[in-house]
């Protein structure tokens, strides 16, 4: 999928959730000012899902040395590094919305695969601090990690049905 052909997906997204997410917020006290902010949550969370298809091994290098580079026509009002990572945990739950509402639809053929998710070495756990309490030492086929264990289940023409 093209950047602009993703753009127009989340940005469809978007428009339905937003008027939901917005009186949410409101609802709940978590917001209490409309003033828009440079980057619309829209081009949050494409930039976000395109990091992902663009296969770079870390944000940081992706958002400066990719994004402030060559997209700056595509995205004119981009921000910082420090603040575009500041503006990706008020994207956190639509952005979950949005891999919900991208499920496809059960054919009756499903597979499930599962892959670790390593938070760090094994040598590091008794230092760690980050997960601690929630992360847990797991094994796959391979060799014993410390993290989480991600599972997908597919169904037979590729679409997500559900992760856990």
Request: with cysteine.
């Amino acid at each position: 999928m093209s950047l602009l052909e993703l753009f127009c997906h989340v940005d469809d997204f978007w428009q339905q959730f937003s008027w939901f997410w917005e009186a949410e917020l409101l609802k709940s006290g978590l917001k209490q000012r409309r003033r828009a902010g440079k980057l619309y949550p829209s081009e949050i969370m494409t930039l976000l899902i395109y990091f992902h298809q663009m296969r770079y091994r870390d944000f940081k290098t992706y958002y400066t040395q990719y994004v402030q580079v060559y997209l700056t026509d595509e995205f004119p009002h981009l921000v910082s590094y420090n603040r575009f990572v500041e503006l990706i945990l008020s994207v956190l739950v639509p952005l979950c919305a949005y891999l919900r509402s991208c499920y496809g639809d059960c054919t009756g053929i499903s597979f499930i695969d599962s892959t670790p998710l390593a938070v760090c070495h094994n040598r590091r756990i008794p230092q760690h601090r980050t997960f601690a309490g929630i992360a847990q030492r797991g094994k796959n086929s391979v060799s014993w990690f410390f993290g989480f264990k991600l599972h997908l289940v597919v169904n037979d023409r590729g679409e997500l049905l559900a992760l856990g």
